[in-house]
């Protein structure tokens, strides 16, 4: 059973500090990874999509890495601003099963 | 391009009753994923219908139940509601497993 754990649960930095996220799995046989933030009480907004071949994947200030065979990703935010405020998840796509499987989040709070 | 749409995004219902959600995907996609968030918790799968039928289903009572229709939309009902069914329910649709998930703003189903 795939398990996903996101590291920290909270995080607090103050606006322009360069931040990562991380994002573990225990089954490696994925067939990507994806990165979402959700604004409180919203849905989700899809920020990069890792496939199982790739190392990594840029979308302007953002950067996610992914090892599949450690299990691991990061999501790399640069020069943070306030409204990066949200809470960050990562899933995984494994198996026939197909459904994404979700990390429990990081609570990003950037401060002015 | 509409993103995922959702309908209705909030109600209220009575405990015991019966409510239906709906989810149109984008255009072209045709999986669909059902998650339930309750408040505090992550994110846990519901369904998922691929082409009209179901393909997985995750650790729900059978009074959580679905359909997609010929068109790709699908439906979400919940018979028999209990307080610990309020939650935020969200629909995600993407073309196949390799490719992005997108999700809709949710639907915000309080019981009481």
């Known amino acids: 059973k795939q398990e996903v754990t996101q590291i920290p649960a909270a995080l607090s930095v103050p606006e322009g500090e360069n931040l990562v996220l991380n994002c573990s799995f225990t089954?490696?046989?994925?067939?990507?990874l994806q990165w979402f933030r959700q604004d409180p009480g919203k849905g989700l907004t899809s920020l990069l999509l890792?496939?199982?071949?790739?190392r990594e994947q840029t979308s302007g200030r953002l950067n996610a890495s992914l090892d599949k065979s450690s299990g691991r990703s990061t999501l790399y935010i640069a020069a943070s601003q306030p409204g990066d405020s949200a809470t960050y998840l990562c899933?995984?796509?494994?198996?026939?099963?197909?459904?994404?499987?979700f990390g429990t989040g990081t609570r990003l709070q950037v401060t002015l | 391009e509409a993103g995922v749409t959702q309908s209705p995004t909030h109600l209220i219902k009575t405990r015991g009753q019966q409510v239906t959600l709906r989810c149109s995907p984008i255009?072209?996609?045709?999986?669909v994923y059902w998650y339930q968030q309750a408040l505090g918790l992550g994110l846990q799968f519901l369904l998922w219908?691929?082409?009209?039928?179901?393909?997985n289903r995750g650790n729900f009572p059978p009074r959580f139940s679905g359909r997609q229709f010929p068109n790709y939309s699908s439906e979400l009902n919940v018979n028999a509601l209990e307080l610990e069914d309020s939650a935020l329910y969200l629909c995600?649709?993407?073309?196949?497993?390799?490719?992005?998930?997108?999700f809709g703003q949710g639907t915000r189903l309080t019981v009481v």
């Open positions: 995600a649709s993407r073309w196949t497993v390799y490719t992005e998930a997108f």
């Open positions: 089954d490696s046989a994925i067939y990507n």
């Open positions: 890792i496939q199982s071949s790739q």
């Open positions: 899933a995984v796509s494994t198996g026939t099963a197909s459904k994404l499987t």
């Open positions: 255009s072209g996609h045709t999986s």
């Open positions: 219908y691929d082409e009209g039928e179901e393909r």
